[in-house]
């Protein structure tokens, strides 16, 4: 495995491997990776591996590395977030990456950096309440990385739902050539969904920390027995989050369109239940879909 950080090299050696005809797989990351990242690297190996054509060049894949600083509000964790490279490219080398790509933020982003990928319709809801312009950040930062690696496939997580929704709303949007694929949320056995930020709880915060999604479950559990409004669903998740997880915050629970993240009042047939809740030093997210 290969590791570049010049975003010119770069591109460069994706434009030759896409003359060559080797189709790339991407696998966009923040790095300190666990077993979610570990499952989009998976993911992309099997798509290689499935749309391989004999006598023809075989695909490459590609994990990028990059703590993107436009994605991070003033008072968030930018200089603190988790990092270990050698960790990293270790796992990135085992699951059969080609290259590990490691720009580093002024390479990304020249001083007068003045161009933006924003998707406001999907972006003002949910995290993006609190967290008003990260998807903005996430929006060009990916379109920065399709460019970059000239990506056929790109592989994200549905622990990000909003993420992967605004992602695939841009590639419809702007005709991009890219196939978005999504893999499902990878949890500890307790069921807490893994992400880097869980370093941050406390031994008492991450024993609480489960019944986030266990909150949610009570919601599905509910909606599967015929209640149908979104308040009366998200009352009992409130409830049962005051009995069980004390130590968190609500930030959201909303009920929403999966695709569309319009809000819904009610759920008929189909509808995501997304929610973040502050815990000490980390704010945790997760979803479910009802339906
Ligand atoms: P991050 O490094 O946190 O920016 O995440 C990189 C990619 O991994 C994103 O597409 C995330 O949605 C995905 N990801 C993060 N945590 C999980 C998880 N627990 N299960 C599945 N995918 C995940």
């Not at 434009?15 to 499952?39: I, Y």
């Not at 998976?42 to 490459?60: E, L, S």
């Not at 490279?85 to 080609?98: N, V, Y």
């Not at 949910?126 to 008003?132: D, N």
């Amino acid at each position: 495995m290969q590791i570049i950080s010049d975003p010119k090299q770069m591109q460069s050696l994706a434009l030759e491997w896409r003359a060559q005809g080797h189709n790339v797989a991407l696998v966009p990351t923040m790095g300190f990776f666990h077993a979610g990242h570990e499952s989009l690297m998976r993911a992309a190996r099997d798509h290689i591996t499935a749309t391989a054509v004999p006598g023809k060049p075989g695909g490459k894949m590609l994990v990028s590395l990059f703590v993107n600083p436009t994605q991070f509000g003033p008072n968030e964790d930018l200089d603190k977030y988790p990092h270990d490279l050698e960790r990293d490219s270790a796992i990135a080398a085992s699951l059969g990456a080609d290259v590990l790509f490691t720009p580093k933020s002024d390479a990304v982003y020249h001083p007068d950096h003045a161009t933006w990928v924003e998707v406001p319709q999907l972006a003002q809801g949910l995290c993006g309440q609190t967290r008003p312009i990260h998807f903005r950040g996430v929006a060009t930062v990916v379109c920065k990385l399709f460019m970059l690696t000239q990506a056929s496939a790109a592989f994200f997580g549905e622990k990000d739902w909003q993420q992967l929704a605004i992602i695939r709303r841009m590639v419809r949007d702007l005709n991009i050539p890219v196939s978005v694929k999504s893999c499902p949320i990878v949890r500890e056995a307790d069921g807490l969904a893994l992400s880097s930020r869980n370093v941050y709880l406390t031994p008492e915060e991450r024993a609480q920390a489960p019944y986030l999604q266990k909150g949610l479950i009570c919601a599905g559990d509910l909606f599967r027995s015929g209640e149908k409004s979104s308040a009366v669903l998200a009352q009992a998740i409130r409830e049962y989050w005051a009995e069980n997880l004390p130590l968190g915050r609500e930030d959201y629970v909303s009920f929403v369109d999966p695709e569309s993240l319009n809000p819904l009042e009610s759920i008929e047939t189909k509808g995501l239940v997304a929610a973040a809740v502050y815990m000490g030093k980390a704010r945790l997210i997760d979803n479910l879909l009802l339906g």
